[in-house]
């Protein structure tokens, strides 16, 4: 099994900053792919971005240019830096981290608990 923390989440006005961190511990051998969804209340759970251990990264057009994903193999953990936030980034956000079982194949993702980001016009 995956553990997964996430930190970082809160309040912030509208075109502030945070920075979102999650830390993977438990059976951690393998992990491929990290990144983050999140989930505004009455919408369905998005993508917001990825990135693999090999550092290959994919964002939501929502988010370009204004978010960006690391990640520290080093620390297993994931981080998610986000500026010029706007209300509609309003959301919980949960980490996610996938293995590579064999060439193309994924299982199925681990999750986190989920940290609420609210961004105040």
């Known amino acids: 099994q995956v553990q997964l923390v996430e930190s970082g989440g809160g309040l912030v006005q509208a075109g502030g900053s945070l920075r979102l961190s999650c830390a993977a511990s438990?059976?951690?051998?393998?992990?491929?792919?990290m990144g983050w969804y999140r989930q505004a209340p009455g919408k369905q759970r998005e993508l917001v971005a990825t990135i693999t251990s090999g550092g290959s990264t994919n964002y939501a057009d929502s988010v370009k240019g204004r978010f960006t994903i690391s990640r520290d193999n080093t620390k297993n953990t994931v981080y998610l830096q986000m500026n010029s936030l706007k209300p509609e980034d309003t959301a919980v956000f949960y980490c996610?981290?996938?293995?590579?079982?064999?060439?193309?194949?994924?299982?199925?993702?681990?999750w986190g608990q989920g940290t609420q980001v609210t961004v105040s016009s």
């Open positions: 996610y981290a996938t293995k590579l079982i064999r060439a193309g194949v994924s299982s199925l993702p681990y």
């Open positions: 438990g059976s951690i051998f393998s992990i491929y792919a």
